[in-house]
C-alpha cells in the first residue's frame, strides 16, 4: 500500500571552481562562501515543498557522480537544478548524460535585489560573478537541448515564483513514483455493457505505472465467509452513531453488505492493493454473493480506493485525484441537464467515499435492485450527497494506445438527497453553460466517467500528463 509522504527532491546547485577562491578577505567573502550562503538559503525556502536531497554544490566531475549516485539510491521523485552564476558546463552535460530518466526542474531564481556600483572593488566584482546565473542559465539550456530529456521543465523566476512552480511539478513528480508503486485490482472483469471504458492493462502498466491484479468472485465469497461477526457487529455500530438509517433498511442485509464490504478490503489488503476496480453490476458477483458491498471504506484509516463498473480509466482518474491532493475522491457520471437551473446532475450507484463529510450521508436501501431476485436484494449503502464547493472534474480513458486526461473545474452546488440509489449532486460550471460544456467534451472524446475531488487540481494534472506521457485536455 502506498504510504503518504511529502515530494523527495534532489537539490543540484552548481557553481564555478575557477571562481571559488576569488574574494578572499573581502566583506562578503570568497565566492564559495557566498554559494554556501545561498544554498543554504535556497534549501530552507525548498524544504516547505519537500524532502530535499543535496549532494552539496557540485563544482567537479566527481560531485556531479556522487550527487547522480546519491540520487538514485534515495529514490527522488525529481530533481531541481540550478546554476550558482555562470559555471563550467563539464558537470551539467555529465549530468544530462549519466542520470537516469527523472523528472528534471531546470530554474533560475531571480534574486529580489541586485546592487552593483563598481566593480573596480574586488568584493563588488566577486558579487557581479556571483549574481550571473543568467550566464548559466543560457548556457547550460543548450546543453539541455542536445539531450533527450522530455520529463524535464524550465522555469525563470524569484524565489516565491520558483517556490510555486516547483510545488506543483514536485507534486506530480510524487505522483508518478506513486503510480509506479501502487498495484490495482480488478473484479472481476471488465464491463460488457461499456466497452468503450476498456483500457490495455500492458499500456497501463508501461505508460501509467500501477500493476494490475485479476480478482475472482470465488475469492470474495471466500473471504466474506471468514470475516468475524465481531468484526461486522462493531462496523455496523460505527455505521449507526455516524449516520442517519432508513426506516425501511433491513438490519440483516445491512450487516450483509458491511461484511462483503470488509471482505473486499481484507481480499484487496492480501494482495497489496490500492485501488480495487470492481463490476458491481456483474451477474455473478450480484448471484453469488446477493448484493454488490455498499459500505466502503468500512474504516476511516483505510488507505483503499474503491470504484465501480469495471473502468479501470475511471479508477485511475479518482486515484490520481487522491494521490495529488490527499483528499477523498469521487466516481460520477454526468446524468442530465437542469436547463432551467443551469447545471446538471451528476453522481454514481455502487461505491463511493462517503466519508468526508457524515453530515451528507444517508443509509438507505439501494432501491435499484430492491426488486430483483437477489438473496440480498435492496441492501442498503450509504448513500452520498456530495458537498458544495469547488471540484476538479478529471476523466481518462485511452485512445490508439494513449491514456488521455480530460479536465475541468466545477462548482457542487448544494444539493438534497433526491436520485435514490446514487450517490449525486449538482454541478454548474464556472463560465460554460453545460451545453457548452458537454458539447467540448463530446468533441474531444470522452466516456461517462470522471472522477471529482475538492479544489483546482488542474496545473498539477497538467505536469503530471506530460510527464507520463499522456494527452491532456482543460475545458
Not at 540550478?82 to 559555471?87: D, E, P, R
Not at 535585489?113 to 549574481?131: C, G, P, Q
Not at 453530515?359 to 437477489?374: I, L, P, S, W
Request: hydrophobic share 40%; with cysteine; aromatic share 10%.
Amino acid at each position: 500500500m502506498i504510504v503518504e509522504r511529502k515530494p523527495r527532491i534532489g537539490l543540484l546547485l552548481i557553481g564555478s571552481p575557477r571562481f571559488k577562491p576569488l574574494g578572499e578577505g573581502t566583506a562578503h567573502g570568497t565566492y564559495e562562501a557566498r554559494k554556501l550562503r545561498e544554498e543554504k538559503e535556497i534549501i530552507g525556502e525548498f524544504q516547505e515543498i519537500g524532502e530535499i536531497v543535496t549532494p552539496g554544490i557540485v563544482y567537479e566531475r566527481e560531485d556531479v557522480t556522487k550527487a547522480i549516485d546519491l540520487f538514485f539510491t534515495r529514490k527522488v521523485d525529481c530533481v531541481a537544478a540550478a546554476y550558482l552564476s555562470w559555471a563550467e558546463d563539464f558537470a551539467w552535460i555529465r549530468f544530462l548524460r549519466d542520470m537516469p530518466p527523472v523528472p528534471l526542474f531546470f530554474t533560475s531564481i531571480i534574486r529580489d535585489r541586485v546592487e552593483i556600483t563598481d566593480t573596480n572593488d574586488e568584493d563588488e566584482f566577486v558579487e557581479f560573478l556571483s549574481a550571473g546565473s543568467l550566464v548559466g542559465v543560457q548556457e547550460a539550456s543548450g546543453d539541455l537541448q542536445r539531450f533527450h530529456r522530455p520529463m524535464t521543465h524550465t522555469f525563470i523566476g524569484t524565489m516565491e515564483q520558483v517556490k510555486k512552480e516547483l510545488g506543483v511539478f514536485a507534486q506530480a513528480a510524487l505522483c508518478r513514483s506513486q503510480l509506479r508503486s501502487s498495484t490495482l485490482g480488478l473484479l472481476a472483469s471488465y464491463n460488457e455493457a461499456m466497452w468503450s471504458t476498456y483500457v490495455d492493462p500492458y499500456h497501463v502498466f508501461m505508460k501509467a505505472g500501477p500493476e494490475l491484479r485479476f480478482l475472482s468472485v470465488a475469492q470474495l465469497t471466500e473471504k466474506i465467509g471468514s470475516v468475524p461477526k465481531g468484526a461486522v457487529e462493531e462496523a455496523v455500530r460505527g455505521i449507526e452513531e455516524r449516520f442517519r438509517i432508513s426506516a425501511n433498511v433491513d438490519r440483516e442485509k445491512l450487516a450483509a453488505s458491511v461484511r462483503a464490504s470488509i471482505a473486499l478490503e481484507e481480499l484487496s489488503g492480501d494482495y497489496g492493493i490500492d485501488l480495487t476496480v470492481l463490476n458491481d453490476i456483474d451477474p455473478v458477483l450480484l448471484g453469488s454473493v446477493g448484493l454488490r458491498p455498499g459500505f466502503c471504506p468500512t474504516r476511516g484509516d483505510s488507505r483503499l480506493t474503491v470504484v465501480p463498473e469495471g473502468d479501470i480509466g475511471g479508477g485511475l482518474a479518482v486515484y490520481i485525484l487522491k494521490l495529488l491532493s490527499g483528499r477523498r475522491a469521487n466516481f460520477i457520471e454526468p446524468f442530465y441537464i437542469i436547463h432551467q437551473r443551469n447545471r446538471f446532475a451528476a453522481g454514481h450507484a455502487g461505491p463511493n467515499d462517503y466519508t468526508q463529510c457524515p453530515g451528507n450521508v444517508v443509509v438507505a436501501r439501494d432501491e435499484r435492485f430492491a426488486k430483483t431476485e437477489y438473496r440480498y436484494a435492496g441492501a442498503p449503502f450509504a448513500w452520498y450527497v456530495f458537498p458544495q464547493g469547488e471540484k476538479t472534474m478529471l476523466h481518462m480513458s485511452e485512445k490508439d494506445g494513449v491514456l488521455k486526461m480530460v479536465c475541468t473545474v466545477v462548482e457542487a452546488a448544494p444539493t438534497k438527497h433526491y436520485l435514490a440509489s446514487y450517490s449525486h449532486s449538482e454541478f454548474r460550471h464556472q463560465t460554460l453553460s453545460p451545453q457548452e460544456l458537454f458539447q467540448r467534451l463530446v468533441s474531444i472524446g470522452v466516456t461517462q466517467h470522471y472522477a471529482i475531488v475538492d479544489g483546482d487540481w488542474t496545473k498539477e494534472l497538467e505536469e503530471l500528463a506530460r510527464l507520463m506521457g499522456f494527452d491532456f485536455y482543460k475545458i
